[in-house]
């Protein structure tokens, strides 16, 4: 079992990364073909340790809950008000971890709620906000939200892109226009797809499940047939380690 750090930098690099590589087109089906057969065998010999191994990564959580609780109290009596918006997040992500969704919910709002209110610098604040909506966009995801699922990944990638193209330079900030972003059916569908990669790399494979069917409406409705015909590969997949 990885390092409980290590797991939650691992799920909010990979979300991110996904999101600003949305205009990456998918893998081919050739490859994938030979990839999901490859996973489906291998699920099948780790069937009977499957239900041990999800005890003990539960307990585990539950343990990382109970010092994180501590954590928050620590940092709410030092007045430390970053820690104690990051605690809050990390918080809610264990319990989204556990399927414990309004408990994940409630913890991750009240953070953007103490961030929004705090005297955290600009710029530190525009960091930390992309990282809650990370947060949010994966509890969202694993409810089966999509539109506020699109909605918060439009926000990081303009949020980032703005970030980072202001980095080491000394022009003044842009005005903001509040222009809604265009939306893109095949950018938003390749976007879903590898939330719902990662969904299943997490052990979310009915979640992940219910994700690759909505991307593969998406699709159809754009006649995208070489990507049809990879999510249709990646369901059934699915469907085989569910069974």
Do not use: C
């Not at 994938?32 to 239900?51: D, G, R």
């Not at 994940?104 to 610098?121: D, F, G, I, R």
């Not at 949020?159 to 980072?164: A, F, P």
């Not at 409406?217 to 059934?236: A, H, P």
């Amino acid at each position: 079992m990885k390092n409980y750090y290590l797991r939650i930098f691992s799920i909010a690099s990979i979300i991110t990364i996904l999101i600003l590589l949305t205009s990456k087109t998918l893998l081919s089906s050739n490859n994938k073909a030979n990839e999901n057969q490859s996973l489906i065998e291998a699920t099948k010999t780790e069937k009977p340790q499957q239900s041990q191994v999800e005890s003990s990564q539960q307990q585990q959580w539950r343990q990382q809950l109970s010092v994180l609780q501590q954590n928050l109290k620590k940092y709410q009596q030092d007045g430390n008000i970053a820690q104690e918006i990051s605690t809050l997040s990390q918080i809610g992500i264990i319990h989204n971890e556990l399927n414990e969704y309004s408990q994940a919910l409630e913890y991750l709002q009240l953070a953007q709620t103490k961030l929004n209110s705090s005297n955290v610098a600009p710029r530190e604040k525009s960091f930390i906000e992309s990282e809650l909506l990370v947060g949010l966009g994966t509890i969202y995801a694993d409810q089966g939200n999509y539109p506020q699922v699109l909605e918060i990944t439009r926000k990081i990638s303009q949020s980032s892109s703005l970030t980072i193209g202001d980095l080491g330079s000394n022009a003044k900030p842009k005005p903001d226009k509040k222009q809604a972003p265009e939306v893109d059916v095949r950018k938003d569908a390749y976007t879903l797809y590898s939330i719902a990669s990662t969904q299943q790399k997490r052990g979310k494979v009915r979640e992940a499940l219910r994700t690759a069917e909505e991307v593969l409406k998406m699709l159809r409705t754009v006649n995208e047939k070489n990507g049809e015909q990879e999510v249709t590969n990646f369901i059934n997949t699915l469907r085989q380690q569910l069974q």
